[in-house]
């Protein structure tokens, strides 16, 4: 019984490197949404992706910033040329159906911390 | 911008006490509302979902709705220690990619 899964836990990088973030959503689930804290503050959503589709980007930066779930293996969230302001936890969450649906509710995994030295 | 806004505390209540946590949002067609914990680094735990107006109860908790005054609350009676933890109100939005908006969380103390 599989939640969602995250990996790396902790990931440490210098200025100027590339982050790889991967996210494995539950068993029968097919969209990822990926959000972003930074300390004592709440969840900023990122990205929402289905199978090989981006649906909503809105809250992804424009530039270093990418995202795909491709058809197989997990979503993955692509930082490049991190700088220090990276530095945040990083959370993916997946659901079975669209959002769309009133009641469809989001299954968190346990989160990437990006410390950006 | 669409806002979801909860005072970020602390709110600190003795334990045994009602614990009342209230949150406000910005986008009137939203329909779906949530309410998460979070406790210290780690990740969000969904524990109340309302869809329409008026109480939800589940155990300790309560939810309740006003969509006419676009406000949320969460009421935990009986506080106890375990539920020290920061609280998060969670918005669906009903238009566009209907993606789910956050709120920075209000802190939880339960005093012993």
């Known amino acids: 019984n599989a939640g969602v899964m995250q990996n790396p836990r902790h990931l440490v990088r210098r200025r100027g490197q590339e982050a790889r973030l991967r996210c494995s959503p539950m068993k029968g689930h097919s969209h990822v949404y990926w959000y972003r804290q930074l300390p004592e503050e709440g969840l900023k959503f990122m990205v929402y992706?289905?199978?090989?589709?981006?649906?909503?980007e809105s809250g992804m930066p424009k530039e270093r910033f990418s995202a795909e779930f491709p058809k197989e293996g997990p979503s993955i969230l692509r930082i490049q040329q991190v700088v220090r302001g990276d530095s945040a936890a990083y959370f993916c969450a997946s659901s079975r159906f669209s959002q769309g649906a009133t009641n469809e509710k989001l299954f968190f995994g346990s989160g990437t911390q990006l410390s950006v030295l | 911008q669409k806002e979801v806004e909860q005072n970020s505390g602390p709110l600190s209540v003795p334990e045994g006490a009602i614990a009342s946590l209230n949150c406000t949002y910005s986008d009137r067609g939203s329909q779906s509302f949530f309410w998460y914990r979070q406790y210290s680094g780690k990740s969000p735990e969904l524990i109340m979902s309302?869809?329409?107006?008026g109480d939800k109860e589940d155990g300790r908790f309560t939810a309740q709705l006003n969509k006419a005054s676009q406000y949320v609350s969460l009421l935990i009676r009986d506080s106890q220690p375990s539920d020290s933890a920061t609280y998060l109100c969670?918005?669906?939005?009903?238009?566009?990619?209907?993606?789910?908006?956050f709120g920075a969380g209000t802190r939880l103390f339960v005093k012993a």
């Open positions: 309302i869809y329409s107006n």
């Open positions: 992706l289905q199978k090989e589709n981006i649906i909503d």
């Open positions: 969670a918005v669906k939005e009903n238009t566009g990619g209907f993606k789910t908006i």
